[in-house]
């Protein structure tokens, strides 16, 4: 089995960082992509951000140049950083990985999910 743990989640006010971790362990054998989605209260869950292991990025419009995504590959860790903070960002925000295990089997796993709230 493979899980990831997600932290760095909390309170900040407009305009503030947070930096958002999330490792994977168990099983692995390699990860292809990862990347952070989010969902807000009575929205549906939404693409965020990915990063591909050769460390190509994409970003939703919505974050563009306030987010930074990265990953550290010996440590199966992706790093979401967030600046200039909006109200609007404020969601669950959840962590994704495609997982090739020791198994041999590709595996799309989740985290459980970190609250972020945007509040003054």
């Known amino acids: 089995q493979v899980q990831l743990v997600e932290s760095g989640g909390g309170l900040v006010q407009p305009g503030g960082s947070l930096r958002l971790s999330c490792a994977a362990s168990?099983?692995?054998?390699?990860?292809?992509?990862m990347g952070w989605y989010r969902q807000a209260p009575g929205r549906q869950r939404e693409l965020v951000t990915t990063?591909?292991?050769?460390?190509?990025?994409d970003y939703a419009d919505s974050v563009k140049g306030r987010f930074t995504i990265s990953r550290d590959n010996a440590k199966n860790t992706v790093y979401l950083q967030m600046n200039s903070l909006k109200p609007e960002d404020t969601a669950v925000y959840y962590c994704?990985?495609?997982?090739?295990?020791?198994?041999?089997?590709?595996?799309?796993?989740w985290g459980q999910g970190t609250q972020v709230t945007v509040s003054s």
């Open positions: 990063i591909t292991s050769g460390g190509s990025t």
């Open positions: 994704n990985a495609v997982i090739l295990t020791v198994a041999m089997t590709w595996e799309d796993s």
């Open positions: 168990g099983s692995i054998f390699s990860i292809s992509r």
